[in-house]
């Protein structure tokens, strides 16, 4: 883990690499891939495949009855709609269309009616007309997409009461480690992965901010019912967008797949890194920010 530097402009660091790796898929918005509701669907169900990780990632928040939660980037409502069943609101920032659409379905099949979706990008949203805080606590796992992290963070910061939490990834995922191995093969260029843990640490150092921090290995697994169907699912996300393309694709799913049960999975492994800080303990620090 890196330790800021006062020489080093880490939000230009995020920010550069951000781009880097959005020029590299050829998308500028991380929520475009999200567009199908089925693809949300797919989603929530494999997540629901492993409810002690949400467990866990719940477990650790200090929730009260009366709590108010603000989760950003909410995806389908892995948290927000357990999260609802145990305090008094929560509020969900969703830009993609599918994920928010399935994230409604979901609350309504748990009967949930304390969970309201602003559908927005985090950097569009408007804290007096949007958001209904102070919140107690506010969320941002696995979403933290935002070009420019600092001034996302002080968003953050302004609209929470007491904590906020953090997840983001430590070292290239497993589904990048695949796609630094394709990318030349399939593209003729080299990819190049967004900004992790490391430089989000420094950035939250070089505001004043010295975050609580647990780092957890995460086992990941996606099912297919046949290799079409794994070729299907990958296309977009490595841009095929020839026969030629697609051949290598298969080919590597042929070596790397394997069998579970009449289907094939695809597993991996990721480490999550959890910051979280109570805001009060930083007001001053955040004032030049």
Known sequence: MNFASNDIDWNSVWMDLHEKNAECRGRGDCASIWASRDRARAF???ARERPDRILHDIVGL????DSNVLDIG????TLAVPLAARVASVTAVEPAAGMAEVMSEHAREKGITNLSIVRKRWEDVNSKSDLKGPYDIVIARHSLGMPNIRDAIKMMCEASSEWIYLFWFAGSTGWEKAMIDLWPKLHGREYRSGPKADVLYNVLY????YPNMETVQMDYARKFHDIDAAVNEFREQYLISSSAQEEILRGHLRETLSKAG????NSMMTNQVRFWWNVNQHDQSLQGY
């Open 74 to 77: 909410a995806g389908p409502g």
């Open 44 to 46: 929530l169900a494999q």
């Open 62 to 65: 200090p929730l009260k009855a």
């Open 206 to 209: 070089s505001m004043g901010i």
């Open 262 to 265: 009449d289907g094939l999975q």
